[in-house]
């Protein structure tokens, strides 16, 4: 009897600690869909929707491109997120098409991507609605649309292409960085379009010539489109080299924000400065002043 009630005790032991790893299912590894209502992870391959009312964590390659359900798995369904959506430090969220509605908040740190899936036949992706990114790590690449908020307090932020996002923020410690590999914006060089504002308070901007593209002077470069609401980095943009007597402008505009490619112009040679026609002119009126002097002296003179 004795030890009857040491094994009852044991197992309902073992049972009271164990539970919540029992509840706490993965929902695409278990039914490729389902609700998440407290907190679970979600996992690949995935083939249906989501719907997230909880704490959803991604620890592993995760993509969403409405695909329908396959025998044998596939990468497909749609995610829409209510909750917290936690993409971890080996986690990655890919998005392909439409099919990622986001109306609470996903979080990144570092090592995490948030990106478009390039392959895909729904096309680049896009996260709609109207909830918050939180870049606390990681990188978020485009080409992609979040209709969202976009917090970029310690990560790296690629348009790689056109990224284009409902509004911008960037904290002490993100950074923004441009490839410029021609002269089509959003083709051949990238730019950040807000359909909101923007509001750049410290970190860092870093811009990059790729495909052995060598831009030359007059080229212009609108890397940065929306309302600009201030831009005080933490440190001077970082530009790549151009050759002796090139240089880079730099030219905010409000709406936009444009690098170019200008001249040095060398200083004229041979035109005095205005000083310097002031002292030539009050020295010839001296010469002429003691000429006179000196002549009305000569002339005072031979009369007597």
Not at 156 to 179: D, E, I, M
Not at 223 to 237: A, D, F, H, K, V
Not at 255 to 260: A, T, V, Y
Request: glycine fraction near 16%; hydrophobic fraction near 35%.
């Amino acid at each position: 009897m004795k030890m009857r009630i040491e094994y009852l005790t044991l197992f309902l032991f073992l049972f009271i600690i164990s539970y919540p790893l029992l509840q706490a299912s993965t929902v695409a590894a278990v039914a490729c869909s389902g609700t998440v209502t407290g907190e679970d992870e979600i996992s690949g391959p995935i083939c249906g929707n989501i719907t997230n009312n909880g704490t959803a964590n991604i620890d592993s390659s995760v993509l969403f491109d409405g695909a329908k359900p396959c025998i044998g798995g596939c990468n497909g369904g749609s995610l829409f997120n209510h909750g917290t959506v936690n993409i971890n430090r080996t986690g990655t969220l890919e998005v392909g098409g439409s099919n990622v509605t986001n109306n609470g908040v996903i979080n990144m740190v570092s090592g995490s991507i948030l990106t478009s899936c390039a392959n895909c036949g729904a096309g680049p992706g896009q996260i709609s609605g109207s909830g918050t990114v939180n870049i606390n790590g990681g990188t978020l690449s485009g080409p992609l649309t979040v209709n969202g908020n976009v917090a970029n307090l310690g990560g790296t932020v690629q348009p790689g292409g056109t990224l284009t996002l409902g509004s911008y923020a960037q904290g002490g410690n993100g950074r923004l960085s441009f490839n410029i590999g021609g002269l089509l914006p959003g083709t051949q060089y990238d730019v950040l379009k807000v359909n909101g504002p923007i509001s750049i308070n410290g970190g860092s901007v870093q811009v990059s010539l790729a495909n052995n593209f060598q831009p030359k002077v007059g080229d212009k470069f609108n890397i940065l489109t929306g309302q600009i609401q201030r831009i005080s980095l933490s440190s001077p943009i970082s530009l790549p080299p151009l050759p002796s007597g090139e240089f880079w402008g730099r030219a905010n505009f409000g709406s936009f924000f444009e690098l170019s490619v200008q001249q040095v112009q060398p200083p004229v040679v041979g035109s005095p400065e205005p000083g310097s026609f002031l002292l030539i002119g009050s020295g010839f009126a001296w010469l002429v002043g003691r000429q006179w002097r000196k002549h009305a002296r000569s002339m005072q003179a031979a009369r007597y």
